[in-house]
């Protein structure tokens, strides 16, 4: 008989606390990632914004293309990309690509976060159906460099068709960002602003992105554009990202606080289980713990197998629950990133998750461990 062989024999003994207590604490590690992984798509929104980097916008109508020198005549912008944008589908209505139109040369000025190799960068420069997309993209839709990419169900051309062909000459590297920032296809807006049919659109963008020299003069920059264009047609809005981000955030509430209150319930009625289950199966036993005792056992060592106990259960569970967890947010990723491209999961959330298995293997083994090394054996023995 060995210490292993009396830990699991104690699971044995009443199989269906056993098996409910693990499902417990596998449902409340498999909530605490998917949860973990919201918390990082909210909040790594805005730890992703450049500091430098803002947006500029029409009030109430598209910018025009007009208003680009005058933007990039102000003192402290050191670059101003312009964008155009829709959606197209390849192969099938299941695989939507939503393509930008860019200016290549003040777009790697603006997002450097994005690098792509030079011969590629001057063969995008140079190809005017060129395009770039992400890695996790290409990978995802199957494509590689050289390929020609036909996007169907796109806005009309001038030739009435609505089929976009683009040259795949790149892929985008950006290895400290998320996957969910890796899926943009970018392509000239030059290419899409001449084949368009709708007149309006024409020579106008969705937005200008604006790169500043400095991060204190952001805000100095957004009150200058807005003022300039105060009495133009459309008037402008302008904000840096990092505050964009933070105001469309407050707009649905304290999100991060609701997550953490619901992770926080999930796992102190995971605790209570747990609690119980050890606390029981330690009562069910004192006998076997004083006849242990009395065999020459310590009171460190069946300290140290109800610890081990606790640690096996919540291990297991943990295990298990990270797993399953996984398993959720490979379902909901393709999804949930159209909208929180940071939605992932981090490797200190699994750390976390691994430090919380610990604390919780302790909090619910320390006092059943007391309990034992406190016993009056020859009483137990009597009693029993």
Known sequence: ???????????????????????????????YLVLASFYNGINGVTYYANAQRMMVWGETARLPLAYLPKVAGIPGVTAVNYFTAFAAEYANAKKWVYVMGVEPNAYFKVFPEYKLGDAEKQTFLADRQGAVTGAVLAKKMGWKVGDTIRLQSGPVQKSGSTVWVFHLVGILGAPNLPEGYQEGFIAHYAYINEGLADVAHKDTANNFQVMVDDP???????????????????????????????????????????????????????LLVTGNTMASSVRDRLHEFALLRALGFTRL????????????????????????????????????????????????????????????????????????????????????
């Open 1 to 31: 008989m060995n210490d292993t062989s009396l830990i699991f024999g104690a699971f044995r003994r009443h199989m269906m606390r056993t098996l409910f207590t693990v499902l417990s604490i596998t449902i409340a590690f498999a909530v």
């Open 216 to 270: 204190r003069r952001v805000n100095d920059v957004a009150h200058r554009i807005e003022a300039l264009f105060a009495h133009a047609s459309p008037p402008t809005l302008a904000a840096p990202d990092q505050l964009l981000v933070g105001s469309v955030l407050k707009s649905f509430g304290d999100i991060s606080a609701l997550l953490v209150a619901i992770c926080a319930a999930v796992f102190f009625s995971m």
């Open 301 to 384: 060592r069946v300290a140290a197998l109800v610890l081990r106990e606790a640690a096996v259960l919540i291990g297991t569970g943990a295990v298990l629950g990270v797993a399953l967890g996984w398993q959720i947010y490979g379902a909901m990723k393709d999804m949930v990133t159209q909208n929180l491209p940071a939605f992932v999961v981090t490797w200190q959330a699994l750390a976390f998750a691994a430090l919380l298995a610990l604390a919780f293997a302790l909090i619910t083994g320390l006092l059943p461990a007391r309990r034992v090394t406190k016993l009056a054996v020859a009483d137990t023995l009597r009693r029993s």
